[in-house]
């Protein structure tokens, strides 16, 4: 009686729980690095967009104009220019509103950038579940196959 030991003689000897197994595990791993792709894509684009941001920040224009040109940017704001954009958002208002406690229209406007910080840092982080569980089950399952084949 002669084996196959080639791995494609492997993968057609293997029993179906085996190879379910390991379309499951070639599917987790799709899943993985497609997340992982586009993470590293996200945070490139917000990195390169909070740079752009604070470079104009720092350059000492007018802060009007920086928060109509953030404000106009197609696809929205995203990085640090959101945190900005709540916080000034926040500062006009309170002045066009009649605010005349600059104590309290400092904390509306803190308030405002947390806000906006969390929601970036909620928009950087979606997406890291399902990678969490597949990256804490999958040595699970690769042993279940193993023991099982």
């Given amino acids: ?14 029993s179906i729980p085996v190879k379910i197994v390991m ?18 894509r996200l945070i490139r684009r917000t990195r390169s ?11 000492g224009g007018d802060l009007n104009t920086l928060y109509q040109s953030a404000s106009r940017s197609k696809g929205g ?7 900005f954009e709540g916080g000034f958002r ?31 840092v909620d928009r950087l982080e979606q997406g890291l579940a399902p990678l969490a569980t597949i990256g804490s089950t999958s040595p699970y399952v690769g042993l279940f196959g193993t023991v099982w084949g």
Wanted: hydrophobic content about 45%.
């Fill in 77 to 83: 704001t995203i990085g640090m220019a959101s945190i």
């Fill in 1 to 14: 009686m002669t084996s196959d030991l080639s791995v494609i003689g492997l993968l057609l000897q293997a």
């Fill in 49 to 59: 967009a909070s740079d752009n941001f604070e470079a104009s920040f720092w350059s």
């Fill in 23 to 40: 379309i499951l595990l070639i599917l987790a791993s799709l899943v993985s690095w497609t997340i992982i792709f586009t993470k590293r």
């Fill in 90 to 120: 926040e500062f006009n208002g309170g002045l066009q509103g009649g605010q005349s406690n600059p104590d309290k229209l400092i904390e509306e406007c803190r308030r405002a950038m947390h806000v906006s910080q969390m929601r970036e």
